[in-house]
Structure formats: structure tokens, C-alpha cells
């Protein structure tokens, strides 16, 4: 593999590379960094883990500090995600490889007030990184003019079309200029995400770094049968016998999470809960905690956790496992990051199996089964030929999430309750393709989350 110095990246950001202790570029970061510098289209499928914000961020960095127009900064980079968390994360990344750079850049996300956002906007900015909403509420408000927009990244495409932001994006494209370098990143590659891309890359050179491998390989995995009453006390054993010093557990629902919290807590464990129903500042505290050590358990929905980036998980929990057989890819690879190892424990309960039988048919392999706890319980091994599972009618709040749910309940009215897709089987063998079946199937689950 090449170092980083072979990419043809300016001193500056070499430097920034170097502080942030990076020793050579992740495949996805070689394979995109040469063509994006060219000036290329570059259509990256890679999910959150995988080093693609730098694959995106440094060429960006690099070819706008070449020269800067006259006069008031405007907004010539512009990155969209799905979530704030991804949104504040990719921020971050920018304060970290720009640092060198005289170029300016912001986030902006809803659920906060708009006030700093304006004050910024109003300075001047080059770099404008944010959620589909606010922006649009910005633009609107004649607070953001992005006509003259050189780079337009739009992370995390699959996730924005599950959540029901296609129309925003359509709008955000309409008001872009014509001229401008396009990068689209999504963890799969459905045919709608295919057709979006189409429509706006051009002459885009394709990366494709497999899911599977950066997150599988490293992680140890192990399934757990047991009753859903023993969990919590087997969670406990887990979490104090291993010392985990920095662990998510998931849980299936808001409710859940924050009643787990409460019993964790009981038991002596600090943790904090992070999902769709915590307001921003609650959401950003215990994501804040948790990084600098002071929470070592975060409790999380998928939802919320989508993205989440925090160095040195060690533990991942599938309290709940989950009945979307690639959220288990997703939940898991919040471990092993960076070259790191992990562990990842799924308790699985007699509700569940059908659930395990999916999510071992789309990563290809039997997860190893620990039975030396003392709550095993044969009763939730799935049963031979046992088909994947359906959905179950889920408990748990119905109460619409104020942030994510209620655009995706307006904008994407499609009900689908069955799930009996999930896990059949894929003529191409390519897991992309399941993937993208059941998130299609998502919508009704959605306010569980
Ligand atoms: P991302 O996929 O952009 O969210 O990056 C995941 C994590 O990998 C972040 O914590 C980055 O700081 C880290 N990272 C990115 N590039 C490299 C690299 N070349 N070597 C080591 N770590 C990296």
C-alpha cells in the first residue's frame, strides 16, 4: 500500500495526516484521493468506518486552498448527511485536516437554535457541512446561498433515501451551479441510489470498498441464547467481569434504552442513552461523555447510533438483535475501527432466532455460540431449516420522532409490515442487494427507533 505522500497531497495536509497519526491511506482514501485531485466524479461506496471522510475532506481541503476569491467567503464546498451526529462528526474531521488552511467551514443541523448558525453564515464561510432540513430552512430564509458551490459530497446516500430526503436533495441539487465536482458516498449501492447518482456524477470514477471487509474480519463475535428476562443480569456479568471501559449496547427501542440505563445504573454501571427522542443537547452530552471517558456504557437505538465514530469501542452489545439483518453489520462495526479488534455479543432470545437466521445468512457465516454462561437456554437456538424472521408488531413508543420520524412519516408513506423479503434469497449473492430490500421495508419500524 501506498503511503500518503504518493497520493500528491499538499505538505499541509501530509502534516494534518501525520498529527492525526495516520500511517497509510485506508483503500478507500488510495482509491479516491488521486481521481478527486484530478478533478474527477468520484462515486464511493464505503460506510462510516472506513476512512472516507478524509478520502473526501482532503482532496476538498487541498484543491480550494489553492486560491481563494477576492472579497467575502462563500460557500464553495458543500456536504450533506443524513444525521447530526455524521454532520458534527465530518465537521470535526474538517477542524482536523484543515487545521494548516486558511479555509473556514461550519456545520449546521436542526433541533438547535439557528441563531450561531445565522451569525456564522453571516461572517462568511467556505466549507458548509449539514442535514437536508436546516439547510433548506436556511436557504429559504435567504441565510445560505449555495449557487456558487465548486463541491457538492452527498455522504451517506442510502441512508438519506431511507430516511426520506430524497425530495431535499433534489431541491439542494436544483439549486446548485452547473459547474462543480460531485462526490456521492453510500455504505450500498441499490438501484435508487444508482439512479441519484446517475443523475447528477459525471464521468465518475467508481470505489468500492466491500462492507464486509472492513468490518467483519476483525471483530470477535459471539452469540449468547437466553431468556429476554436474564438479559439485563447477563449484561451486567459481561460489562463488570470484562471491565468495559467503553461499550454500546443496542437496544431495539427509545424505551427500552432508557429503562436499560436506569437498570444499569442500579447495578453500579454508569451509562447514558442515545436515540431519536433525546433532544440535541441530551444526544450531543452523552455522545460527549462517552468519548471522553466518563460514560463507559452508551445505550443507543439504530438510528441514532448510525455513524456514531468514537475510537476505542471495544464492546458491542445486540441487546436486541436486530430484525434488519445489515443493521447487525452496521451495529458491529462500531467496534474494529481503524485497524482496531473488538468483540461483538448478540443475546439472542427465543423471539430472536428467526432474526439470527437472517443475519447469518447475509454475513455469510455461523456466528460462534458461547454456551458457558449461565443463562443459556436451548430454547432460543433457531430450529433446523428455521426460516429468517419476520417482523413482529414491536412495543415501544408510538409517538412520531420528532426530528426524523415525522419527515419520514410525511414524505414516505409506504407501509409495509411483513418484512418476509428479508434474507430470501439473492440471485447475485451480493449482500448490497439484501440490504437494500429491507431497508425498503423499513418505514413502519421507524418510530420505534
Ligand atoms: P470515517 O470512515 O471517515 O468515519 O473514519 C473512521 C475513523 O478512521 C476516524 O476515526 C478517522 O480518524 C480514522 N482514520 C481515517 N483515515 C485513517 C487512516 N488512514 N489511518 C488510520 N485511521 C484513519
Redesign the pocket.
Given at each position: 500500500m501506498s503511503g500518503f505522500d504518493e497520493l500528491g497531497l499538499s505538505k499541509k495536509l501530509l502534516s494534518a495526516v501525520e498529527e492525526?497519526g495516520?500511517t497509510?491511506?485506508?483503500p478507500v482514501?488510495e482509491q479516491s484521493i488521486p481521481p478527486l485531485l484530478a478533478g474527477r466524479d468520484v462515486l464511493g461506496v464505503a460506510q462510516?468506518?472506513?476512512?472516507?471522510?478524509?478520502a473526501f475532506a482532503l482532496p476538498v481541503l487541498q484543491i480550494m486552498s489553492r486560491s481563494r476569491p477576492q472579497g467575502k467567503r462563500m460557500i464553495r464546498a458543500l456536504v450533506l448527511s443524513p444525521t447530526r451526529e455524521l454532520a458534527a462528526?465530518i465537521n470535526e474531521?474538517f477542524s482536523a485536516y484543515g487545521e494548516n488552511l486558511d479555509l473556514r467551514h461550519r456545520v449546521i443541523f436542526g433541533g438547535v437554535s439557528q441563531k450561531p448558525q445565522v451569525r456564522d453564515l453571516q461572517r462568511g464561510l467556505d466549507i458548509l457541512i449539514a442535514t437536508p432540513g436546516r439547510l433548506l430552512d436556511l436557504i429559504n430564509q435567504r441565510y445560505i446561498d449555495i449557487s456558487k458551490v465548486e463541491f457538492f459530497v452527498l455522504d451517506e446516500a442510502d441512508r438519506m433515501l431511507d430516511m426520506g430526503f430524497i425530495r431535499d436533495i433534489e431541491k439542494v441539487l436544483k439549486l446548485l451551479p452547473n459547474r462543480r465536482q460531485n462526490l456521492l458516498f453510500s455504505a450500498t449501492m441499490p438501484a435508487s441510489i444508482a439512479k441519484l447518482a446517475g443523475s447528477f456524477l459525471k464521468n465518475a470514477v467508481m470505489v468500492d470498498v466491500s462492507p464486509k471487509e472492513v468490518t467483519v474480519d476483525r471483530i470477535a463475535q459471539k452469540i449468547m441464547f437466553i431468556r429476554k428476562a436474564d438479559k439485563r443480569r447477563l449484561l451486567v456479568n459481561i460489562i463488570k467481569d470484562e471491565k468495559v471501559r467503553r461499550g454500546i449496547v443496542f437496544t431495539r427501542t427509545k424505551h427500552g434504552a432508557n429503562r436499560l440505563v436506569k437498570q444499569l445504573d442500579q447495578s453500579g454501571i454508569d451509562a447514558a442513552a442515545i436515540h431519536g427522542n433525546k433532544s440535541q443537547g441530551a444526544r450531543t452530552k452523552a455522545l460527549k461523555g462517552f468519548k471522553d471517558g466518563d460514560i463507559p456504557i452508551l445505550v443507543a437505538t439504530d438510528i441514532a447510533s448510525r455513524g456514531i465514530?468514537v475510537?476505542g469501542i471495544t464492546h458491542v452489545f445486540n441487546y436486541d438483535l436486530p430484525n434488519e439483518p445489515e443493521s447487525y453489520v452496521h451495529r458491529i462495526g462500531r467496534t474494529a475501527?481503524?485497524?482496531k479488534s473488538g468483540i461483538a455479543y448478540g443475546f439472542c432470545d427465543d423471539s430472536e432466532s428467526g432474526f439470527l437466521v437472517g443475519i447469518q445468512k447475509l454475513i455469510g457465516m455461523e456466528i460462534p455460540v458461547d454456551e458457558t454462561h449461565q443463562f443459556h437456554f436451548a430454547g432460543a437456538i433457531p430450529k433446523p431449516g428455521q426460516r429468517p424472521g419476520t417482523i413482529k408488531s414491536l412495543k415501544g413508543s408510538n409517538k412520531p420522532n420528532r426530528n426524523q420520524s415525522n419527515r419520514q412519516g410525511n414524505r414516505n408513506p409506504r407501509r409495509n409490515t411483513s418484512g418476509n423479503n428479508r434474507g430470501q434469497s439473492n440471485s447475485s449473492g451480493n449482500n448490497r442487494g439484501q440490504s437494500n430490500r429491507s431497508s425498503r421495508n423499513n418505514n413502519s419500524r421507524r418510530d420505534h427507533r
Amino acid at each position: 500500500m501506498s503511503g500518503f505522500d504518493e497520493l500528491g497531497l499538499s505538505k499541509k495536509l501530509l502534516s494534518a495526516v501525520e498529527e492525526e497519526g495516520y500511517t497509510n491511506p485506508t483503500p478507500v482514501q488510495e482509491q479516491s484521493i488521486p481521481p478527486l485531485l484530478a478533478g474527477r466524479d468520484v462515486l464511493g461506496v464505503a460506510q462510516t468506518g472506513t476512512g472516507k471522510t478524509a478520502a473526501f475532506a482532503l482532496p476538498v481541503l487541498q484543491i480550494m486552498s489553492r486560491s481563494r476569491p477576492q472579497g467575502k467567503r462563500m460557500i464553495r464546498a458543500l456536504v450533506l448527511s443524513p444525521t447530526r451526529e455524521l454532520a458534527a462528526q465530518i465537521n470535526e474531521r474538517f477542524s482536523a485536516y484543515g487545521e494548516n488552511l486558511d479555509l473556514r467551514h461550519r456545520v449546521i443541523f436542526g433541533g438547535v437554535s439557528q441563531k450561531p448558525q445565522v451569525r456564522d453564515l453571516q461572517r462568511g464561510l467556505d466549507i458548509l457541512i449539514a442535514t437536508p432540513g436546516r439547510l433548506l430552512d436556511l436557504i429559504n430564509q435567504r441565510y445560505i446561498d449555495i449557487s456558487k458551490v465548486e463541491f457538492f459530497v452527498l455522504d451517506e446516500a442510502d441512508r438519506m433515501l431511507d430516511m426520506g430526503f430524497i425530495r431535499d436533495i433534489e431541491k439542494v441539487l436544483k439549486l446548485l451551479p452547473n459547474r462543480r465536482q460531485n462526490l456521492l458516498f453510500s455504505a450500498t449501492m441499490p438501484a435508487s441510489i444508482a439512479k441519484l447518482a446517475g443523475s447528477f456524477l459525471k464521468n465518475a470514477v467508481m470505489v468500492d470498498v466491500s462492507p464486509k471487509e472492513v468490518t467483519v474480519d476483525r471483530i470477535a463475535q459471539k452469540i449468547m441464547f437466553i431468556r429476554k428476562a436474564d438479559k439485563r443480569r447477563l449484561l451486567v456479568n459481561i460489562i463488570k467481569d470484562e471491565k468495559v471501559r467503553r461499550g454500546i449496547v443496542f437496544t431495539r427501542t427509545k424505551h427500552g434504552a432508557n429503562r436499560l440505563v436506569k437498570q444499569l445504573d442500579q447495578s453500579g454501571i454508569d451509562a447514558a442513552a442515545i436515540h431519536g427522542n433525546k433532544s440535541q443537547g441530551a444526544r450531543t452530552k452523552a455522545l460527549k461523555g462517552f468519548k471522553d471517558g466518563d460514560i463507559p456504557i452508551l445505550v443507543a437505538t439504530d438510528i441514532a447510533s448510525r455513524g456514531i465514530d468514537v475510537d476505542g469501542i471495544t464492546h458491542v452489545f445486540n441487546y436486541d438483535l436486530p430484525n434488519e439483518p445489515e443493521s447487525y453489520v452496521h451495529r458491529i462495526g462500531r467496534t474494529a475501527r481503524a485497524g482496531k479488534s473488538g468483540i461483538a455479543y448478540g443475546f439472542c432470545d427465543d423471539s430472536e432466532s428467526g432474526f439470527l437466521v437472517g443475519i447469518q445468512k447475509l454475513i455469510g457465516m455461523e456466528i460462534p455460540v458461547d454456551e458457558t454462561h449461565q443463562f443459556h437456554f436451548a430454547g432460543a437456538i433457531p430450529k433446523p431449516g428455521q426460516r429468517p424472521g419476520t417482523i413482529k408488531s414491536l412495543k415501544g413508543s408510538n409517538k412520531p420522532n420528532r426530528n426524523q420520524s415525522n419527515r419520514q412519516g410525511n414524505r414516505n408513506p409506504r407501509r409495509n409490515t411483513s418484512g418476509n423479503n428479508r434474507g430470501q434469497s439473492n440471485s447475485s449473492g451480493n449482500n448490497r442487494g439484501q440490504s437494500n430490500r429491507s431497508s425498503r421495508n423499513n418505514n413502519s419500524r421507524r418510530d420505534h427507533r
